[in-house]
Nanobody
Framework: QVQLVESGGGLVQAGGSLRLSCAAS????????VGWFRQAPGKAREFVAE????????RYTDSVKGRFTISKDNAKNTMYLQMNSLKPEDTAMYYC????????????WGQGTQVTVSL
């Protein structure tokens, strides 16, 4: 089992920045994907960004490319989402997630952290 705990959400004005953190604990081994998802009120959860725990491969949804950066500190078992040039449409609950080694399904989820971007 892997436990994930997010932090770093908050209220920010449009154009501002936030950095979300996700601390992982438990059975962390092998190569697996870590990702960020978000869900706005009344909308479905959507993929934001992901990275492989080993290596540098990353992937982003088009709407955040050039503004958001996913990174990780393997020594601290922590991943981050640096969010710059925030827009009101980025307002959502943000969740970090992880797959099991060798799996493509996100099986482990954090509790979420709220990001609110005001005009």
């Amino acid at each position: 089992q892997v436990q994930l705990v997010e932090s770093g959400g908050g209220l920010v004005q449009a154009g501002g920045s936030l950095r979300l953190s996700c601390a992982a604990s438990g059975r962390i081994f092998g190569d697996f994907a870590v990702g960020w998802f978000r869900q706005a009120p009344g909308k479905a959860r959507e993929f934001v960004a992901e990275a492989m725990w080993v290596g540098r491969a990353t992937r982003y949804t088009d709407s955040v490319k050039g503004r958001f950066t996913i990174s990780k500190d393997n020594a601290k078992n922590t991943m981050y989402l640096q969010m710059n040039s925030l827009k009101p449409e980025d307002t959502a609950m943000y969740y970090c997630a992880a797959t099991a080694p060798g799996s493509t399904s996100y099986n482990y989820w954090g509790q979420g952290t709220q990001v609110t971007v005001s005009l």
